[in-house]
């Protein structure tokens, strides 16, 4: 049975097995080794063995629970075509379209139907539009008088930012093209599904006004902006990068439970500065005129899911107040205001006319402003605090972000079978647990196994002292920025000898017996990951502690959920493994994980992660190290050379995007996209399979890359060897194109909506090569493409239109 039996259904069927017997029966047990209770204990085992398959047997009943298997046969049972598989790991499915299958019969060929066909079918947000309503005149025998547009609105000043999406209300011309197969788009029979890639983890916002200092952990907290590199009071900033911008995006508000069309509000995309402008004013309109605010078109704030929700600490306070919609100035944040040093005034002043007797009436009034935000740069400028008062001292805003996938750390789930969920301290192994909350009150000594810390530092100062031959844990429990003081110049992360050491962001339970439940004394507590991550700001530095040893060995530290702005420095015999999880590793202008000596033999591990230039080498001394990176990506960020210097790394990459050239010592690599040329020194060993290699790079055998695949296309078709024009025809024609290449852009090493099929699709199963393999986004359009010919009309042509926008197009877009 593949099904695995964790210890506590088993635990829990012999307490129910074994009280069963008489009391003096299992004293006497008791009193003569237990024989008895390690009978039942097999018995717990077949029970509960049982049990997990009458439950499987049960969920498969209902379409909501029934696992990945059964699927199938429940599409069988209403002739449902089966879409093609995602690659495990996908954290989509298709348990919603199967489910509404007898919903989509109904209702066919109607533009609700095919938006939430195409919501369950990828997982995107989708409008459709039927684009014979946007046509200023019918060229055809029956010209029906529908209600369309004469002239461009240009007064909301929106037409730019709009036109060509799915919201663009600009009357059109009729092209006779068809959609699906000339690239037409405004006639008649034409129908356009627009969907938008990104996905936006939401840091949640506490409800209420006033909310305590502990109650807001999961909200983040802004740094300073500094413009021109000077330091200004009341800026702030929501990038981790010093002077770096951080686009915000509306969360995705599709309510697929009512299965109703959405609107512009309801769409994860970027967040642009004039609508937000428009709502915010006019509600401080209505509350200076006295009157109910009545919106005029979509309402973006005033629900449980707004776009952002700014909290302020004032000084001296410690809980955090929400500032009102109406309170907030939109502005345009891209350069500094001037002259330096500016900061809104706390006050606004609105004129409005009032009709009177005999004649109208000037009326005016005054509102408060506490700062202005710019939702397109995440910057904020506090407003000048009155005479004598105090100013603000803290910012948080709770908001969303995008991206290609789920990777870099963040609020999304990041908990997983493979890492621990609790913490059980079995005879006394796991004895070092801190818990960095810089709001809860010191909890016991430094040498305790469960210890409450207010920094980083105190936990990394008790772990040097104290951690020796033990299995630690260190738990950043709030959405913190983690700075050095005291004069500390690192975050020296030294590691005992046959020790293990996590530091996670993550939300901490305690271990609580509960009535009616089994309890485990030996567990500590749980670790939730999601909700939670932390900026370290200050280079870090693993190191070890003493040396090995002989004989002995090194020891293991896993990073899981963190941003480290200054990068991480990597000692000779400081770590026997090093597991990297979630987390963005960056050092503008220089390198983010380099090697102070050469290692040898040390195993790193790298996933779901955003990385800046890596060096594991060390000058010509020779190292040995196995590196394993998947899920991630590296760009040189700012520097020159080699982006992955591994030449004395065996290598393993699976979904991986390097922008820069490489090198390695042995490479096995699956759907991995190199930007330029790569270089690995022994080519008698390893594999690079559905990749996308440069030309001019040396590596080992090759299975179906790029450009390879399409050069070899070319020349059977041909039927004769290509011509070198030929041959760099094709070379170009299997690049890949990318919405964004910087690594603060939301479209970070997306694949551009023009990128080859060889890129797109061509990696193992379908997916794309590249970091968002397993997101494996144009395998789900072409499952959709797929399924046109059944839910359209008689006559009808669709196509699916990416809106996803680059920085360039989206921030030439966004100027009101």
């Known amino acids: 049975m593949d099904r695995q039996l964790t210890q ?17 029966i299992r004293l006497v047990d008791a009193n003569h080794g237990r024989a008895l209770e390690a009978l039942f204990q097999i018995f717990a085992e077949g ?86 309503q946007s046509l200023s005149k019918l060229q055809h025998s029956l010209d029906f008088e529908l209600p369309r547009p004469g002239t461009a609105a240009i007064g909301p000043g929106e037409t730019a930012a709009l036109a060509g999406r799915a919201f663009d209300r600009l009357p059109r011309v009729t092209d006779i093209r068809s959609i699906d197969r000339a690239s037409g788009r405004y006639h008649f029979n034409n129908i356009g599904l627009h969907v938008l890639r990104f996905a936006t983890p939401t840091w949640p916002a506490p409800s209420g006004t006033r909310v305590l200092a502990e109650d807001i952990s999961a909200v983040p907290q802004a740094r300073p902006w500094a413009p021109g590199g000077t330091a200004q009071a009341g800026y702030f900033q929501l990038a981790a990068q010093a002077g770096e911008v951080l686009a915000l995006f509306n969360s995705d508000r599709r309510d697929t439970g009512r299965f109703e069309r959405s609107d512009v509000t309801d769409l994860a995309d970027r967040l642009r500065r004039l609508p937000l402008h428009l709502e915010t004013e006019a509600r401080r309109h209505a509350i200076i005129e006295n009157r109910p605010y009545e919106p005029a078109g979509e309402t973006w704030f ?57 004649t109208a009436v000037k009326q005016s009034g005054t509102h408060p402003i506490a ?95 104290h951690g020796e031959g033990k299995t630690g844990w260190i738990i950043l429990t709030r959405c913190d920025r983690e700075t050095l003081s005291g004069g500390a110049t690192t975050f020296d992360l030294a590691l005992h000898p046959d020790s293990a050491l996590t530091i996670v962001a993550a939300e901490w339970r305690e271990n609580i017996a509960k009535p009616g439940l089994v309890h485990n004394t030996d567990r500590i507590g749980f670790i939730i990951r999601r909700e939670r991550g932390s900026v370290i700001e200050g280079p870090v530095v693993l190191s070890a502690a003493a040396p090995p040893p002989e004989g002995g060995r090194a020891g293991q530290c896993t990073l899981d959920g963190l941003e480290l702005t200054q990068g991480l420095q990597l000692r000779k015999n400081s770590f026997e493994r090093l597991a990297i999880r979630h987390c963005t590793i960056r050092k503008p202008g220089s ?114 890359c790029a450009p390879d695949v399409t050069i070899n296309a070319r020349a059977e078709k041909k039927g004769a060897p290509l011509t070198a024009s030929e041959r760099a025809a094709e070379v170009l024609s299997a690049r890949p194109v990318f919405l964004d290449e910087t690594p603060d852009a939301p479209g970070f090493a997306m694949l551009h909506p023009l990128c080859a099929d060889a890129i797109a699709i061509g990696g193992e199963g379908e997916t794309e090569i590249g970091v968002f393999t397993l997101a494996a986004t144009r395998l789900r359009l072409r499952n959709m493409t797929r399924l046109f010919d059944i839910y359209l009309p008689f006559g009808k042509r669709a196509a699916l239109l990416d809106d996803t926008q680059s920085r360039i197009v989206a921030e030439q877009r966004n100027r009101p």
């Not at 907030?328 to 606004?348: F, M, Q, T, V």
């Open 591 to 704: 390198t983010a994980i380099v090697t102070t000596a050469a290692l040898v033999g040390p195993e790193i591990e790298i996933d779901k992660s955003i990385l800046g230039k890596c060096r594991f080498d060390f000058g010509a001394s020779p190292s040995q190290v196995n590196l394993r990176i998947s899920n991630s990506v590296l760009h040189g960020d700012g520097t020159s050379g080699s982006v992955l210097a591994a030449e004395s790394c065996d290598t393993e990459l699976c979904g991986v995007t390097v922008f820069g050239t490489a090198a390695f010592r042995s490479l096995e690599a699956t759907n991995t996209l190199f930007t330029e040329v790569l270089r690995t020194t022994r080519r008698q060993a390893g594999c690079i399979r559905y990749s996308h290699v440069p030309p001019g790079s040396k590596t080992p055998k090759r299975f179906r």
């Open 371 to 465: 700062c202005a935000f710019d939702p397109v740069t995440g910057r904020l400028i506090v407003a000048k605090p009155g005479p004598g008062m105090p100013d603000i001292e803290e910012v948080r805003v709770a908001f969303s972000y995008g991206r290609g996938d789920l990777l870099g750390g963040g609020p999304y789930e990041r908990n997983a079978p493979g890492v621990p969920f609790e913490i059980v301290d079995r005879k006394n192994v796991t004895n070092f647990v801190r818990i960095v909350n810089r709001l809860a009150p010191a909890a016991g000594s430094p040498g305790d196994g469960l210890r409450t810390v207010a920094t980083l530092a105190d936990a990394l100062s008790d772990w040097k002292a």
């Open 8 to 24: 506590e259904k088993i635990e829990a069927a012999l307490e129910r097995l074994f009280t069963l017997l008489p009391a003096h």
């Open 302 to 358: 005033g629900s449980d899911t707004d776009p952002f929700t700014i909290y302020f600490r004032t000084a001296g306070e410690t809980d955090f107040h929400a500032v009102p919609a109406a309170n907030i100035k939109i502005a345009n944040l891209e350069k500094a205001p001037s002259p330096a040093g500016y900061r809104p005034d706390r006050e606004i002043t609105h004129e409005w006319i009032t009709g009177g007797s005999p």
């Open 47 to 132: 029970d509960a063995e049982i049990d997990t398959v009458i439950q499987a047997l049960f969920d498969n009943q209902f379409i909501e629970t029934a696992d990945a298997d059964t699927l199938a046969h429940f599409a069988a049972l209403t002739g449902t075509p089966m879409p093609t598989p995602l690659p495990p790991g996908n954290a989509h499915n298709f348990r919603s379209f199967i489910a509404n299958s007898i919903r989509y019969n109904r209702g066919k060929g109607t533009a609700r139907v095919l938006e939430q066909l195409t919501n369950d079918v990828t997982g995107l947000g989708a409008v459709a539009v039927e684009y014979f």
